[in-house]
């Protein structure tokens, strides 16, 4: 069953720690990306991979830290840094270059943060 | 001016009737136009994609394109309650970025 999965679903975290939301794909997807949703908001980008070891800050990334390690997963870590963490966070992922829809993006479920 | 902008709404259509969503984007060179639905409390989901200019039928929503207007719309036919949600522009930019609108929210009433 493929798809992008992502945990938790509910996250609580208190002031000056760090924590880490999991994100992960099993469909093959070379591109994935990290958005921010704050209520009635449009979705922001904080970062994103196209490659494995490769990632670029998109345009909120200070607080936020990722990595690339395997193609199917893509941690994101919000740290003590990022002032305002509280929101729904959500993962996607792109299919590979070549194929004919490589600028489709797919979301995960998503995971509300919320700091107490 | 933003990048992709929608009125965020409430868009309120009867039962049945034909729901009509604007969105118009400022760079001219986009690509690629996507509309996802979002449910309150869920992530976007992907219901169309439109490349080129004209029109794209799939079942009861058709997208419309006007690059020469900078203006893509979204339309549903004999709407239904279960069409009650956040719509969200997407356009895939020249810089090779999505760049996502605010969202409409539509309130389909029966």
């Known amino acids: 069953d493929g798809g992008i999965t992502q945990s938790p679903k509910y996250l609580f975290r208190k002031e000056g720690q760090n924590v880490t939301l999991s994100c992960e794909q099993n469909l093959n997807h070379d591109a994935m990306y990290w958005y921010r949703q704050d209520p009635g908001q449009g979705l922001r980008l904080i970062y994103y991979s196209q490659i494995v070891n490769d990632f670029q800050k998109g345009d909120i990334a200070e607080g936020y830290s990722v990595s690339r390690e395997k193609k199917e997963s893509f941690p994101l870590t919000v740290t003590s840094a990022q002032k305002n963490p509280t929101a729904f966070y959500l993962c996607?992922?792109?299919?590979?270059?070549?194929?004919?829809?490589?600028?489709?993006?797919?979301f995960g479920p998503g995971t509300r943060l919320t700091v107490l | 001016q933003k990048e992709v902008e929608q009125n965020s709404g409430p868009l309120s259509v009867p039962e049945g009737a034909i729901a009509s969503l604007n969105c118009t984007y400022s760079d001219r060179g986009s690509q690629s136009f996507f509309w996802y639905r979002q449910y309150s409390g869920k992530s976007p989901e992907l219901i169309m994609f439109?490349?080129?200019?004209g029109d794209k039928e799939d079942g009861r929503f058709t997208a419309q394109l006007n690059k020469a207007s900078q203006y893509v719309s979204l339309l549903i036919r004999d709407s239904q309650p279960s069409d009650s949600a956040t719509y969200l522009c997407?356009?895939?930019?020249?810089?090779?970025?999505?760049?996502f609108g605010s969202g409409t929210r539509l309130s389909i009433r029966p």
């Open positions: 439109i490349y080129s200019n």
């Open positions: 996607a992922s792109s299919p590979p270059t070549g194929s004919t829809s490589t600028d489709t993006q797919y």
């Open positions: 997407a356009v895939f930019s020249s810089a090779s970025k999505i760049i």
